[in-house]
T-cell receptor, first 113, second 115 residues
């Protein structure tokens, strides 16, 4: 079946460095992608989204890149801070999936002071 | 404050108990969801309600019974659960329809422990 997965379960970075979290998806018909951040004891929080007609979108300190050729999605966090420590999930929606999202397994980002 | 409020935040129940989880969204959305999050597993969709009508039941056992009295409220009734049902249960909402991105907004979750 279609699936969304993450390459690395844990990513450790130094405070102030940039972080890159990757996600691979298998449904070439997916038209919408979202990144979520989940801190310990909390629900997933929306970070940024991107539609399939774009290849890059920037937010505050975050950038999402979409490479449809290789079905790859990444989240870049600039100047990583301790408050960025969390689990990050990607999610995708198939073209005719209505309001159904498929979530990846998550990557834990650990920021070292 | 996410706009999606869940109660209780923590619940411990025996396998013969009946309890309910409650969710309320203050975002004016027309769709609500229940997700289950277990350790080391991706988020699992359980139920979807669009305009108060259940449109998805993702092969969830009948010991979980959802109820959506209106577009702002969603319940998950729990009965004779098993220890493996212990998990974080997340409620979410979104706006679906033409032009909507369908970004799903989550509540903080209800931690359920079945003993």
């Amino acid at each position: 079946g279609e699936s969304v997965g993450l390459h690395l379960p844990t990513l450790s970075v130094q405070e102030g460095d940039n972080s890159i979290i990757n996600c691979a998806y298998s449904n070439s018909a997916s038209d919408y992608f979202i990144w979520y951040k989940q801190e310990s004891g909390k629900g997933p929080q929306f970070i940024i989204d991107i539609r399939s007609n774009m290849d890059k979108r920037q937010g505050q300190r975050v950038t999402v890149l979409l490479n449809k050729t290789v079905k790859h999605l990444s989240l870049q966090i600039a100047a990583t801070q301790p408050g960025d420590s969390a689990v990050y999930f990607c999610a995708e929606r198939g073209e005719n999936a209505g309001n159904m999202l498929t979530f990846g397994g998550g990557t834990r980002l650990m920021v070292k002071p | 404050e996410t706009g999606v409020t869940q109660t209780p935040r923590h619940l411990v129940m025996g396998m013969t108990n009946k309890k309910s989880l409650k969710c309320e969204q203050h975002l004016g959305h027309n769709a609500m969801y229940w997700y289950k999050q277990s350790a080391k597993k991706p988020l699992e969709l359980m139920f979807v309600y669009n305009f108060k009508e259940q449109t998805e039941n993702n092969s969830v056992p009948s010991r979980f019974s959802p109820e959506c009295p209106n577009s702002s409220h969603l319940f998950l009734h729990l009965h004779t659960l098993q220890p493996e049902d212990s998990a974080l249960y997340l409620c979410a909402s979104s706006q679906v329809g033409q032009g909507s991105g369908n970004t799903i907004y989550f509540g903080e979750g209800s931690w359920l422990t079945v003993v």
